[in-house]
């Protein structure tokens, strides 16, 4: 059998904390339609991603994927920096 494997899932975010080591907390903002009223509301998701090499800071937009487990919270990783916080 012949498996090809899907590509990992991607989200683009900001960095709101790199207190802990080797990981980042990304906020990642989506807009959902009210079921009834119709209105777009902003809604967000944090999660943490891992980090190797300690190079985020807060503010930076970042691209994490979805990976296997590698801690109780932690199912991403970063893939790149896409701007850095002024």
Same mark, same amino acid.
């Given at each position: ?5 899907? #590509? ?6 900001? %960095?709101? #904390?790199?207190?802990? &080591? ?9 807009? %959902?339609? @009210? ?8 809604? /967000?998701?944090?999660? @943490?991603? @891992? &980090?190797?090499?300690?190079?985020? @800071?807060?503010? &930076? ?11 109780? /919270? ?13």
């Amino acid at each position: 059998m012949s498996e090809q494997q899907a #590509s990992n899932r991607t989200l683009i975010g900001q %960095v709101v #904390s790199n207190a802990m &080591d080797k990981t980042i907390t990304v906020t990642v903002e989506r807009r %959902v339609k @009210h079921p009834v009223y119709g209105k777009f509301m902003k809604r /967000s998701t944090k999660v @943490h991603a @891992h &980090d190797e090499a300690n190079e985020c @800071h807060s503010g &930076d937009t970042v691209m994490v994927e979805q990976c296997r487990p590698l801690s109780k /919270s932690k199912t991403w990783r970063l893939v790149k920096v896409l701007e850095r916080a002024s």
